[in-house]
Each structure stands twice: as C-alpha cells, then as structure tokens.
C-alpha cells in the first residue's frame, strides 16, 4: 500500500501510459483500443516510422489502422535527416504538451525501450553533448577497421552496453565508447543510475509478450507479408532517390538488406534469410532490455488465450486501480 504522502506526490503527476514490446507482437491494434478507451494519443517510439517514404519495412502504422487517433512521430523527417534519442526526446515532450492540453492521455507505443526510458525518466543526456574531436576519431577508426573492431572494443569497456547495442547500430556504439572517454564511466551505469530517478509522470508501463517460438513465427510471416506488398520496389525507389547506406536510415532492418540484394552483393533469398535471423535477433534484444527495466507490467498473451479484449480489459484494470502507476 502507498503512503499518503506518495499517493498525493502520485495524484500530482500527468498520466503517461506506454505499451511497447518486441517486434511484432501486436502492439499497433491494441494501442489502438487502448487510446479510445483512455481517450488518448499516441506517440510512435519507433526510430524507423518517424521517417517518410519508408511504409513496408517499417511496418507504418496505417491511415486506416490508426482509425482517427492521433498519431505523433510517424512521417516526421525525411529519411536523409538524422534521428537520434536527443531528438525523439525533446520532440515527444513537445508532443505530450500538446496532448495534456486537450485533456488527453500521451500513449508511448512502439519497440525502441531507450527512447521510451529517455521520456519516462527525463534522462539528462547534456554531460554527453561534447567531445566532437574524439567522436569523429571513432568513425574514422570505424572507416577504417569496421564497425565489429568498434563493437568489440565497447565490449572490453562497457559489456552491457555492448550487449544491448548491435554492431550494426554503429552511431550508439560511438556514442557509447565516446561516453566512456569523456567520463570514465560506462554509458550503461549512467542509464542505470537515471533510471533510479522518480519519473515525472504517473506512469503505467506495458510490455507485450508471447512465447518465443510464436513470436520468430509471426517475424517470419510479417517479412513474407512486407515482401508481398512490396518491400523490394520501396527500398528500389529510396535508391533512386539517392539514398544509399550511408544513411542512418537506410540501416534499418529490411532497407540494408534489401539494398545489398539491388546492389548485386546478395541473392533476394539470403537478403530475405538475413532480414528474419536479424529480426528475430533484433526481438530477442528487446526483451533483454525490458527485462532490465523496473516498474514495468508483463502482459503474456497466452495468459489471456490470445483474446485482444481481454488484454484490453485487464490494462485498462490495472491503471484505473492505480497498481501500476508510480
């Protein structure tokens, strides 16, 4: 049981609800019934839909499935414009301003757990806004000896980092070995010790799930479906447009691919292999991340028989009791 003196702090607080989880596990349709019910809306935590032109691979939510709500952070920049936790940070504040002064709720939903923790906890990210000589000396090293040479040297000094960031995600890697010159200490104590911060809103905190080996099948299916709907012509089109792997945003998962397949590097077959072994590898990190964060409320779709109503139902339980919000 709270104390009175939390449950007043509590009341103080805005609401701020966030249903995030790993790739494809469903989280656009019940955010969707989530906002109608709250009377809320929603701001994509997802480093790739913020970007237009972008639709297939990035699984976009839809004008249609979107069904009227309010939808922040999707179709935002173009993809030569850089994205970065700062950005998403200082944009989705901005967002929720505009959001509370309706009277609404800001739903956070989508899969990008360091963008969400950034909003959540109001992490300070100004100690880390220097140190422009030794940034560029690590992208030429990285130029130079490649972005595994990068990773690997953020493993001997900052292994959780290292486990949580992709080799491929090579701007995080710099930003993270960059943190450790600067301060002395690793990126990832710093975030642990942020996220010790009260967070400013009266928050719940979602994580959908389902068993593993459904969720690999469902990735599976969804890039069957990408392809389908033309995942191939998209990214061909973003080649004709002058976009090539240079971009932060031509290396997300299913555009790198796919681009190296146009470029006659790769076979469409093992471009398609690629996309599904790095996206299920890509959930597996997810989940690794939440199970790192606290407050959170695990929502196993199995427990509710697959039943989006009755997730719905148990959701919206729990924050009208106020067990969920902190």
């Known amino acids: 049981m709270q104390k009175p003196d939390t449950v007043k702090e ?29 009377g809320g809306e929603i701001i994509s935590a ?3 839909q913020v970007y237009k032109h972008m639709d297939i691979g990035s699984a976009k939510v839809t ?18 414009q850089e994205f970065n936790v700062l950005f998403f940070q200082q944009r989705a504040k901005a967002c929720m301003e505009e959001i509370y002064s309706r009277g609404h709720v800001p739903i956070l939903v989508g899969g990008t757990g360091f963008y969400i923790q950034a909003v ?17 000396r690590l992208e030429e090293l990285g ?34 070995l960059e943190y450790y010159e600067l301060t002395g200490q690793p990126i990832s104590l710093h975030n642990q010790e942020q996220r010790k911060k009260d967070s400013p809103y009266a928050f719940s905190y979602f994580v959908l799930n389902d068993h593993r080996d459904r ?50 590097e790769i076979s469409l077959e093992e471009a398609v292999y690629r996309i599904k072994r790095d996206t299920r590898h890509f959930a597996k990190r997810q989940l690794t991340w939440f199970k790192r ?24 339980k729990r924050i009208d009791e106020g067990v969920a919000v902190r």
């Open 63 to 80: 004008n249609q499935e979107r069904e009227g709500i309010p939808h922040f952070l999707v179709d935002e920049l173009e993809p030569s």
């Open 120 to 136: 959540l906890y109001d992490i300070d990210f100004t100690e880390n806004q220097a140190g422009g000589i030794y940034r560029k």
């Open 293 to 316: 964060e606290k407050e959170v409320i695990w929502v196993n779709k199995p427990d509710f028989d697959y039943d989006d109503q009755a997730i719905l139902s148990y959701m919206l």
């Open 10 to 38: 509590t009341q103080k607080k805005r609401r701020l609800v966030v249903l995030t989880g790993p790739t494809a596990v469903g989280k656009t349709r019940l955010s969707i019934g989530l906002a109608r019910a709250l």
């Open 215 to 264: 969720l690999y099948e469902r990735i599976d299916l969804r890039v069957d479906e990408m392809l389908k709907a033309g995942l191939v012509e998209e990214v061909n089109a973003l080649k004709k447009m002058g976009y090539d792997r240079s971009y932060v945003s031509m290396q997300g998962l299913g555009y790198k691919e796919i681009l190296a397949f146009l470029e006659g």
């Open 46 to 48: 997802d480093s790739m």
């Open 143 to 176: 130029r130079e000896k490649g972005k595994l040479w990068l990773h690997e040297r953020l493993a001997k000094v900052d292994p959780i980092s290292a486990d949580l960031i992709h080799a491929n995600n090579v701007k995080r890697v710099i930003r993270a």
